[in-house]
C-alpha cells in the first residue's frame, strides 16, 4: 500500500481461517479475504477496508500456513522440484456511518515453480524461521527466493498482496494512486 501512496494502517482481523471443504481455493482465498475485511470494517466509522488472504495448492492439496516446523518441512517437500499456484483473495470495503456501502472482491493466482533442492536445503531454510506464517512455508521476498526457480503472472501475488490489482479496484472506486508521490526532477 505504501508503493501506491495511500495513507492506510495495518489492522488484524481475528477470524477462524479454516478453509471449508467442498469449496475452490478461488472461493475460498475471496471469502476469507472478505471475512478478514468484514471483521475490521465492524469497528470503523468511515474508511476503505481491504482484505486479503492467500493459499498455495500443489496438486490437489491445499497449503495454508504451517502448524509447526514439522509441517513446515512437510510442504516444503511437497512443493520441492514442483510447480505449484498461489491463490490470493482480495476484499476491498467502503464504510461509511459505520456501515458497509460498497464492495469488491477479485482473485489473482500465480504459477510457481520451485527447483529441486535437498533436505539439507530445506533445513536450512527452515532454520531461518521464515516458513512458519508463510502459507506454503515459504517467502517469495526473502529465504524462500532460493528455492523458486520461476514465476508466471503477479510476483507481489505470491509475496501475498496483487498490488496491481489492488490499485485497479481502488482506481475504478475513484482514488487515485500515486498521487503523494513525488518524483525526482527529470
Known amino acids: 500500500m505504501a508503493l501506491l501512496g495511500i495513507p492506510f494502517r495495518v489492522m488484524p482481523a481475528d477470524i477462524d481461517e479454516t478453509p471449508p471443504d467442498g469449496r475452490s481455493p478461488s472461493e475460498i482465498v475471496i471469502n476469507l479475504a472478505r471475512e ?52 490470493t483473495g482480495v476484499a476491498l470495503l467502503e ?3 459505520g456501515k458497509v456501502v460498497r464492495e469488491q472482491h477479485d482473485v489473482v493466482c500465480t504459477q510457481v515453480w520451485f527447483r529441486k533442492v535437498d533436505d539439507e536445503h530445506l533445513r536450512r531454510y527452515l532454520a531461518t524461521g521464515e516458513p512458519m506464517d508463510k502459507a506454503g512455508a515459504y517467502g517469495a521476498q526473502g529465504y524462500g527466493s532460493t528455492l523458486i526457480e ?25 482514488i487515485v494512486p500515486l498521487q503523494t508521490v513525488s518524483a525526482p526532477d527529470v
Open 150 to 174: 520461476r514465476i508466471e503472472g503477479c510476483y507481489f501475488n505470491v509475496v501475498g498482496l496483487p498490488v496491481s490489482r489492488v490499485c485497479a479496484m481502488l482506481e475504478a472506486w475513484g
Open 36 to 87: 478478514k475485511a468484514l471483521a475490521v470494517a465492524r469497528s470503523e466509522q468511515n474508511a476503505l477496508v481491504l482484505g486479503a488472504d492467500t493459499i498455495v495448492v500443489c496438486g490437489e492439496e491445499m497449503l495454508g500456513k504451517p502448524r509447526d516446523a514439522e509441517e513446515a518441512m512437510e510442504m516444503l517437500r511437497r512443493l520441492n522440484g514442483r510447480k505449484h499456484q498461489v491463490f
Open 95 to 97: 464504510v461509511v456511518d
